[in-house]
């Protein structure tokens, strides 16, 4: 197969984390073509979906006292060419959040795939719909008390009836502008205006898990079904689990709570072409649906004997082959 990853600039992935190395790797030890491109170099030509592509040819990790290690130059890529995208089997969007304007472009530029040809991993139409907090409210059945606005007043009483709560911007990542929330905080409502942009930008209020401290699980899902997860424990003064921000990654098994989790959530990430995403369970309740870019697939390799790459190159190849 050819495979197009459309991505940050390749100079700054981490090879030892960044599950978008993770896939690439596997493809190419599986013998496929891997090729590489950016938002910036994606095209509308003769109504066709193109980019300005490099192949790309990868030295893989190795395992060494538990740690992946990589070579300094750990990759080759060959001189650019315009592709159309439908001379590829997969496209993988892999572009880091935030979902900006160039990004909601980009998914335009995609959704002109044909999809007879090639798939495209996320959906375009299922990236834009699926912000990755707003997303996870219609699974209410199974998140923990939850309110999304800008008022001041309605903000207040939630936090007010829970207690402790955590506020989340509805476009951050990797734990970007998640703060802790106490009615009693003298900074209250000063927190409350720089989020919410002096009340013209919702958030997302949620009813603080104190099981938080114990990690936040990140389940992995490949066309609905978990592949693997990995517990992400906060260190320190931090609250936040976030591999970003330093938690602490250990060894995940899931849970019954968390398979129906897996169950509820499942079949709609299906339907909605979402194919490769990644959970986040605290103390039994879903926090977040992960759909942009999401990772954790070196942390579970490392620590479960794993090949989530392959798991999902492998799966791919099967949905073409009934594809063709």
């Not at 169950?263 to 979402?274: A, H, M, T």
């Amino acid at each position: 197969m050819k495979l197009a990853f459309i991505i940050d600039p390749i100079s700054k992935l981490d090879p030892g984390h960044d599950s978008t190395v993770a896939m690439m790797e596997a493809a190419q030890v599986l013998g496929h073509e891997v090729w590489i491109t950016e938002l910036h170099q994606l095209s509308v030509i003769e109504g066709k979906a193109w980019a300005i592509l490099s192949q790309v040819q990868l030295i893989p990790v190795t395992l060494k006292e538990g740690k992946w290690l990589s070579v300094p130059e750990w990759y080759e890529l060959s001189s650019p060419e315009l592709r159309c995208l439908e001379d590829m089997d997969a496209v993988f969007m892999r572009k880091d959040p935030p979902v900006t304007i160039r990004y909601l472009y980009a998914t335009y530029i995609l959704e002109l795939i044909n999809p007879e040809k090639t798939l495209v991993i996320n959906s375009p139409q299922g990236l834009r719909e699926a912000n990755e907090k707003m997303y996870t409210l219609q699974f209410y059945s199974v998140m923990p008390e939850t309110v999304v606005s800008q008022d001041k007043n309605i903000i207040r009483k939630f936090v007010e009836e829970k207690k402790q709560a955590v506020l989340k911007p509805l476009g951050g990542k990797a734990g970007e502008g998640i703060l802790f929330l106490e009615p009693n905080d003298h900074n209250f409502n000063s927190i409350i205006e720089v989020s919410t942009h002096q009340g013209q930008e919702p958030v997302m209020i949620q009813r603080f898990l104190p099981e938080a401290k114990n990690g936040d699980k990140r389940i992995i899902l490949l066309d609905g079904k978990p592949i693997g997860a990995v517990n992400r424990v906060p260190t320190g003064q931090e609250f936040r689990g976030n591999m970003a921000v330093g938690g602490r990654v250990e060894k995940a098994e899931l849970t019954p709570r968390e398979e129906n989790i897996c169950e509820v959530v499942g079949p709609q990430l299906s339907e909605n072409g979402l194919y490769f995403v990644g959970i986040d369970v605290i103390g039994g309740y879903l926090t977040e649906v992960n759909v942009t870019s999401p990772t954790g697939i070196r942390e579970i390799d490392l620590l479960d004997g794993k090949n989530l790459g392959q798991e999902v190159i492998q799966w791919l190849t099967k949905v073409r082959l009934k594809g063709s």
